[in-house]
């Protein structure tokens, strides 16, 4: 199974994502209009890495990766990958630990640390929102 509930390759989300995410759906919109406003000049892309990931909506201001974000059924996973700054950042903030547990243990690749939040709530979102300014002021 997928990471994203969109796994076939064939079949990309469209009009399908918001049955998918159901009430989530507000939190990813506001999600999405916040690396838009805070970011600069932002824009979202569908990606079908693999079958073991599906779908993904990718968002990059302008050659840099924001964040990942990934359909499930009724939620989303908001993935985001820090650089050495953005982890110190993390690190010396005021996330709650849990999130800073999850930065910490997260397994280092070239790009930096990956992790992922689930994202069903107003919390939720507020939370990736401050992880967004973290990654995009370091």
């Known amino acids: 199974?997928?990471?994203?509930?969109?796994g076939d390759k064939s079949d990309p989300p469209g009009e399908k994502l918001t049955a998918a995410l159901k009430e989530s759906k507000f939190y990813w919109n506001?999600?999405?209009?916040?690396?838009?406003?805070?970011?600069?000049?932002?824009n979202a892309h569908w990606t079908y890495y693999s079958k073991k990931s599906g779908w993904i909506l990718?968002?990059?201001?302008?050659q840099r990766t924001i964040i990942y974000l990934i359909p499930q059924d009724g939620t989303f996973k908001a993935n985001l990958v820090y650089g050495r700054?953005?982890?110190g950042a993390a690190m010396e903030s005021d996330l709650p630990e849990?999130?800073?547990?999850?930065i910490s243990d997260a397994v280092l690749y070239m790009e930096g640390k990956s992790f992922?939040?689930?994202v069903s709530s107003k919390e939720d979102a507020a939370l990736v929102k401050k992880l967004i300014d973290i990654k995009?002021?370091?």
């Open 1 to 6: 199974m997928s990471t994203s509930i969109f």
């Open 30 to 42: 506001d999600i999405k209009k916040y690396v838009s406003d805070t970011c600069g000049k932002a």
């Open 58 to 62: 990718v968002m990059k201001s302008g």
């Open 85 to 87: 700054k953005a982890v």
């Open 98 to 102: 849990h999130v800073k547990k999850a």
């Open 116 to 118: 992922m939040i689930d």
């Open 136 to 138: 995009h002021k370091n």
